[in-house]
């Protein structure tokens, strides 16, 4: 299965900025149906315009009587940050087991979860086995307190409804997206247009492994081709390690601005991911980070003249 295509999918989450793109492109050849609050009533017009059926559900609430139980497949790309634990784990890991219980019969189900779920270790590649642990407890990521320990309450969840169901599952470790939708690279670029310096850990370099929007659509086929019972757990990343200097940087030649950076150890460490079993799995990205980048300035910014 290298595409998707007359297949019935159901997306969570479908206004974010990773699943926002997914629903439009699978939407093309496929009937996708998106469950989310749709507070955003503009983003709704956009997607059912698109052929994407959306059906307002409060994740939280956990009532998918709405939902329907026949479906092909299962995205679960939403994720609740909030600073209330009670509220995110109803919203990430009761409601995920809830969905899971609903689409039982679903012949695969993609769970997306983070490299966020691993115990900082400098800069050491992560391997899909490494200990996990809470790399959130830093001051500038104050404002998501639940979120590494919620993808790790979360995975677990997904483990167990694939064993309970008998529900094929693919854990996905996602690490930083980006695209024509936004992304952490965006926050960069904002502060590069600003002249704000750009804060980056004092163990230098701030290395990640970026992938392209385009990279998702098209891997997660291939992801649900690996789907199991036990579940699959696999990094997903872009093939090639870039760092927040690398980057801010080339968008700083990009608009012709000068960059700056502030060292501190109050912000995220480098989580750079080990790409061997994804290799394995689905094989390497293909959007080149210079490549995306460009585009990202280009969709968000289409008046500034590129300098390079």
């Not at 939403?78 to 409601?95: L, M, P, W």
């Not at 899909?128 to 990521?141: C, I, K, Q, S, W």
């Amino acid at each position: 299965m290298t595409q998707l295509d007359g297949k019935r999918i159901l997306i969570t989450g479908p206004t974010g900025q990773v699943a926002k793109p997914v629903a439009l492109a699978l939407a093309k050849s496929n009937e996708v149906i998106g469950i989310a609050r749709f507070n955003d009533a503009k983003a709704r017009e956009q997607l059912e315009a698109a052929g994407v059926q959306c059906i307002k559900v409060d994740l939280a609430k956990g009532d998918f009587s709405a939902v329907p139980r026949d479906v092909d497949y299962v995205l679960n790309l939403a994720v609740t940050k909030t600073q209330d634990f009670d509220h995110d784990i109803a919203a990430n890991v009761e409601a995920l087991g809830l969905l899971m219980s609903h689409c039982r019969d679903a012949q695969a189900f993609l769970h997306c979860s983070s490299t966020a779920v691993y115990q900082p270790n400098g800069h050491h590649a992560f391997k899909e086995t490494d200990p996990l642990g809470d790399n959130h407890r830093v001051p500038a990521m104050s404002f998501m307190p639940t979120y590494s320990t919620l993808k790790i309450a979360a995975e677990t969840m997904a483990r167990f409804g694939a064993r309970e169901y008998g529900l094929p599952t693919i854990i996905a470790r996602l690490n930083v997206p980006y695209g024509d939708n936004g992304g952490w690279p965006w926050m960069h670029l904002e502060q590069v247009l600003a002249g704000q310096p750009i804060a980056v850990h004092t163990d230098e370099p701030s290395r990640f492994n970026p992938i392209h929007e385009d990279d998702i659509i098209a891997s997660i086929p291939k992801l649900l081709e690996h789907a199991s019972v036990p579940a699959t757990i696999v990094n997903w990343g872009g093939s090639e390690p870039v760092t927040i200097e690398e980057w801010s940087t080339w968008f700083g030649e990009l608009v012709g601005k000068p960059v700056s950076f502030v060292k501190t150890d109050q912000v995220l460490e480098s989580v750079t991911i080990d790409t061997t079993k994804m290799h394995e799995l689905i094989g390497p990205t293909s959007v080149h980070w210079k490549d995306g980048m460009r585009r990202l300035v280009q969709a968000f910014h289409p008046e500034i003249e590129l300098q390079a």
